[in-house]
């Protein structure tokens, strides 16, 4: 059973749903998919950062005081301690951003794991220049961009041991997303073709994950973006299954 956590944001309802039907539609082993979600973490007395929310719909932390621009960017580091607390102790999971959309088996990323790391990711070199965001959020800048927004947890790795709920809850936003815990050589390496970032990545022959990050085909400004249309046709075939959801 491969466990797999896709983070949730309440604005992005229908992205969220694409990326888990994309990941249960190429896979061959058995998924455990958990919906990272704030409010539910929150009644589960897991997860109680402060936020504000400004005029314009901008998140703000009120613990490190920096604006933020999904609702699980802080959550996501939360995975090590949910997986203790429902007993699992050693072993992988995966974090992945609800905007992926996946065209491969998720197993053969899984076996990339290699047990001498901490956690694994795709180590993208991207130090933006915008602003803000697509959706006008935000855009922080710091080391290690984008790495957090796909990764592979060595639960039982011992430094993990020290990622807990109040780590999470107390940390400067870029101290975690900088896996500041860890030194380098604990990060391990992916292959780009896991983490595809149009515009950003490097070209590859071959494309597992595409990482919407620039703007996702559900905004109109990025209707036209590289693998917008293989995006709608996984939205399609969803809705060919289940409820629709209408973009």
Known sequence: MLRIFIGYDSREHVPYEVCKHSVRRHASSPLDIIKLEHRDLRRKGLFNRPWSIQGNGQYHDTTDGKP????????????????????????????????????????????????????????????????????????????????????????????????????????DGSYLHQFSWLDDSDIGSLPHSWNYVPSVSPDTNVVKAVHFSLGGPWFPDYRETEYAKEWHKELEHMNSIRDKFII
């Open 68 to 171: 933020f621009s999904t609702e699980f960017s802080h959550t996501r580091f939360l995975v090590p301690e949910i997986c203790r607390r429902n007993g699992m102790t050693e072993g992988w999971a995966m974090f992945v951003d609800c905007d992926f959309l996946f065209l491969s088996d998720v197993a053969e990323l899984f076996d990339h794991a290699n047990d001498q790391y901490a956690v694994m990711c795709v180590k993208h070199d991207y130090n933006p220049k915008e602003g803000v965001k697509m959706d006008g959020m935000v855009q922080q800048n710091y080391n290690k961009k984008l790495w957090s927004s796909l990764v592979l947890w060595n639960i039982g790795h011992p430094k993990n041991q020290t990622v807990d709920k109040i780590k999470v809850n107390h940390s």
